[in-house]
């Protein structure tokens, strides 16, 4: 891309579909929004059992309905930020002001570390009420790979969501784009540096004397 405030190309290009799809933040974003539906459709689906004397259902990571309700949540509300930070993706490219890019950058870096932080934490819980689990309590072990597979996918989100592509990362010494209503004219306030026979001028009239 052509050098611009915060890794994108000047302001007001054209929105390239193809280059966009390539991008190796937004291949992840579509990632991370595939494994959300896996987490939140998997335990919807099957992620809750019953035994064969009960009528009512039970979440099956050990009928603990805070499990399935948080990746459930989780699942259905990273669903929801991907789709939202690929609108901002596609639309960063026309924001002029650097001030708003810096803002949207920032904020990408935050929501992206507070789900890698979330989608850990559903890992760590889904597998332990996983494991703490009774066999009595899904005898014909029924959804058994929804489970296992929210963990799983669980688990690879925090990757996922991890990454930074480095183009945005807000440390690096990216030029800040300007345009001529916003900068003043640079051109003009700057000085060539003076000749360098111009240091000479107070020695070009002197003559050596001969003694």
Same mark, same amino acid.
């Not at 991890?162 to 010494?173: H, I, L, R």
């Given at each position: @891309?052509?050098?611009? #405030?915060?890794?994108?190309?000047? #302001?007001?290009? *054209?929105?390239?579909?193809?280059?966009?799809? =390539?991008?190796?933040?937004?291949?992840? =974003?579509?990632?991370?929004?595939?494994? $959300?539906?896996?987490?939140?459709?998997?335990? /919807?689906?099957?992620?809750?059992?019953? =035994?064969?004397?009960?009528?009512?259902?039970?979440? !099956?990571?050990? =009928?603990?309905?805070? *499990?399935?309700?948080?990746?459930?949540?989780v699942g259905v509300l990273a669903f929801l930020s991907c789709l939202l930070y690929l609108a901002l993706d596609a639309y960063f490219p026309q924001i002029s002001s650097v001030k708003d890019r810096k803002k949207a950058v920032l904020s990408d870096i935050? /929501? $992206?570390?507070?789900?890698?932080? +979330?989608?850990?934490?559903?890992?760590?819980?889904?597998?332990?009420?996983?494991?703490? $689990?009774?066999?009595?309590?899904?005898? +014909?072990?029924?959804?058994?790979?929804?489970?296992? *597979? #929210?963990?799983?996918?669980?688990?690879?989100? !925090?990757?996922?969501?991890?990454? @930074?592509?480095?183009?945005?990362? $807000?440390? @690096?010494?990216? #030029?800040?784009? &300007?345009?001529?209503?916003? *900068?003043?004219?640079?051109?003009? &306030?700057?000085?060539?540096?003076?000749?360098?026979?111009?240091?000479?001028?107070?020695?070009?009239?002197?003559?050596?004397?001969?003694?």
């Amino acid at each position: @891309m052509d050098g611009g #405030a915060f890794g994108a190309g000047k #302001a007001g290009g *054209a929105f390239d579909p193809q280059a966009f799809i =390539r991008q190796p933040q937004t291949i992840l =974003r579509f990632v991370s929004w595939v494994f $959300s539906i896996v987490v939140f459709g998997s335990i /919807v689906n099957e992620g809750y059992v019953n =035994r064969v004397d009960e009528v009512e259902e039970h979440c !099956i990571f050990n =009928r603990n309905p805070n *499990a399935c309700n948080y990746g459930i949540t989780v699942g259905v509300l990273a669903f929801l930020s991907c789709l939202l930070y690929l609108a901002l993706d596609a639309y960063f490219p026309q924001i002029s002001s650097v001030k708003d890019r810096k803002k949207a950058v920032l904020s990408d870096i935050g /929501v $992206s570390a507070f789900w890698a932080f +979330l989608w850990f934490v559903g890992f760590c819980f889904l597998t332990n009420q996983w494991q703490a $689990s009774k066999p009595e309590d899904n005898p +014909l072990n029924e959804g058994g790979d929804a489970a296992r *597979a #929210a963990i799983t996918f669980s688990f690879f989100s !925090i990757f996922t969501w991890d990454y @930074m592509d480095p183009s945005q990362d $807000s440390g @690096m010494p990216y #030029a800040p784009y &300007t345009n001529e209503e916003d *900068a003043p004219d640079a051109v003009g &306030t700057y000085q060539q540096p003076p000749p360098a026979d111009a240091f000479d001028t107070e020695t070009q009239g002197y003559q050596t004397q001969n003694y």
